[in-house]
Antibody
Framework: EVQLVESGGNLVQPGGSLRLSCAASGFTFSNYWMNWVRQAPGKGLEWVANIKQDVSDKTYVDSVRGRFIISRDNADNSLYLQMDSLRVEDTAVYYC?????????WGRGTLVTVSS | SYELTQPLSVSVALGQTARITCGGDNIGGKNVHWYQQKPGQAPVLVIYRDTNRPSGIPERISGSNSGNTATLTITRAQAGDEADYSCQVWDTSTESVLFGGGTKLTVL
């Protein structure tokens, strides 16, 4: 069974940093692109970033480029999102999701709250 | 940049057919995917590449895509179909995933 479990969400002050993790199991992690998608309270889904199987390609939405870094450890079946210079508008549930052009499995998400 | 437009809400009577649209410039030339999200839960892929259902998704849920509109159709609507539905495409200009704003389906 495919499982994606996010962790690392927390309350952080504006300008602070946070590192999210996603533990994958039930499939060959190194064979898939992986993504982070977020959802602000009461809002729709917003794709944040993705990373290719071999880490050779990473893409970001404009609003986080230069502040967030996506990474992965294929030996450990883990996906990460390093978030720096956090803003109030980054407050959201962050989901880890598998796939390239469509996202076929999602985790339950982890809540990031940016507030003073 | 490419944009996807969905109605904020759609209502359907119990047992009737609901249609949720997703508009975009020549969206018929793209592959459209649909997600269902119930309150407090993660999104679930219900249609991929316009018309395909992942295993476990009932035949009552179908998709179509032509011209400037993609449509998710739910026949014999049930109370359990109440959810937010979001369309999604791969934006070739930015090489990134793009979601529509989402539609809240209410079953009356």
């Amino acid at each position: 069974e495919v499982q994606l479990v996010e962790s690392g969400g927390n309350l952080v002050q504006p300008g602070g940093s946070l590192r999210l993790s996603c533990a994958a199991s039930g499939f060959t992690f190194s064979n898939y692109w992986m993504n982070w998608v977020r959802q602000a309270p009461g809002k729709g889904l917003e794709w944040v970033a993705n990373i290719k199987q071999d880490v050779s390609d990473k893409t970001y939405v404009d609003s986080v480029r230069g502040r967030f870094i996506i990474s992965r450890d294929n030996a450990d079946n883990s996906l990460y999102l390093q978030m720096d210079s956090l803003r109030v508008e980054d407050t959201a549930v962050y989901y880890c999701a598998r796939g390239t052009t469509n996202l076929d499995y999602w985790g339950r998400g982890t809540l990031v709250t940016v507030s003073s | 940049s490419y944009e996807l437009t969905q109605p904020l809400s759609v209502s359907v009577a119990l047992g009737q057919t609901a249609r949720i649209t997703c508009g975009g410039d020549n969206i018929g030339g793209k592959n459209v995917h649909w997600y269902q999200q119930k309150p407090g839960q993660a999104p679930v892929l219900v249609i991929y590449r316009d018309t395909n259902r992942p295993s476990g998704i009932p035949e009552r849920i179908s998709g179509s895509n032509s011209g400037n509109t993609a449509t998710l159709t739910i026949t014999r609507a049930q109370a359990g179909d109440e959810a937010d539905y979001s369309c999604q495409v791969w934006d070739t200009s930015t090489e990134s995933v793009l979601f529509g704003g989402g539609t809240k389906l209410t079953v009356l």
